[in-house]
């Protein structure tokens, strides 16, 4: 099958009132290193970025790359204006009912970062305010199961936000990806992670994933596929060891 053909199979699984396109469309959270950001360019670069490329090599798909707030991206594809997300997505239950997910792609925790010896425990935290990007595992997480306890959280447009307040000043601590906090980490100086990494399968454990419209069988088979074939040849260890080299 050639691209042409492949692209307008893929559409078909967008539904009857989707509209033509020549490419498949990804959007993303372009503010998330490592997976995720804006080069000196402006283009949409990262972990993510380059694993949806050679995915779309692989799967001999066109694609473009658009940038969208975080908590848009779900919305987007549910109103079908893009045909995939990939953003350091975790899967969850909730997700997993307005979006279908690809196999998952990164192994994930969570942790909170605060200024080096301000915390010794996740305990001394409860009182405080973090930090969370709007519309993420992470702000569902606190709201969950720790506003209870007295831990505020406030959300903020992207995690660098977060931090950059943090750094000024104006926040106690950040709760985010334990590979986007240890990329901050390496790069800033006085702050450390508190407690321990937190996997709670309902919200982080079960990894990052590529989101789909719901129905689009066609597109989440290729992606999967595609996995499968750059986990083989060593594509994906590559480009692990490229933004994970610790």
Request: glycine share 8%; with cysteine.
């Amino acid at each position: 099958m050639n691209k042409t053909l492949l692209s307008l199979a893929l559409l078909a699984g967008l539904g009857a009132t989707a509209v033509q396109a020549e490419e498949v469309k990804f959007v993303t959270n372009a503010a998330y290193p490592p997976f995720e950001f804006v080069d000196e360019n402006n283009e949409i670069q990262g972990f993510d970025i380059d694993l949806a490329k050679a995915l779309c090599t692989v799967a001999e798909l066109e694609c473009s790359f658009h940038n969208q707030a975080f908590d848009s991206l779900i919305p987007s594809l549910k109103f079908r204006r893009y045909h995939a997300a990939i953003a350091a997505m975790d899967v969850t239950p909730e997700r997993a009912e307005q979006v279908d997910f690809s196999d998952i792609y990164y192994e994930n925790s969570a942790v909170f970062v605060a200024p080096q010896g301000k915390f010794e425990s996740l305990d001394e935290l409860m009182s405080q305010t973090v930090g969370v990007q709007n519309g993420t595992s992470h702000q569902k997480y606190i709201q969950d199961k720790l506003e209870g306890e007295g831990l505020k959280s406030r959300p903020y447009q992207s995690v660098q936000d977060a931090l950059l307040d943090m750094t000024n000043g104006r926040l106690e601590a950040v709760f985010a990806d334990t590979a986007v906090v240890g990329e901050w980490l390496g790069k800033t100086e006085g702050y450390e992670v508190v407690g321990d990494p937190i996997t709670d399968e309902n919200y982080f454990g079960t990894g990052f994933g590529i989101a789909v419209t719901k129905g689009n069988q066609e597109l989440l088979d290729k992606l999967n596929q595609g996995l499968a074939e750059l986990k083989a040849d060593g594509t994906y260890e590559s480009l692990y060891q490229k933004y994970f080299p610790h």
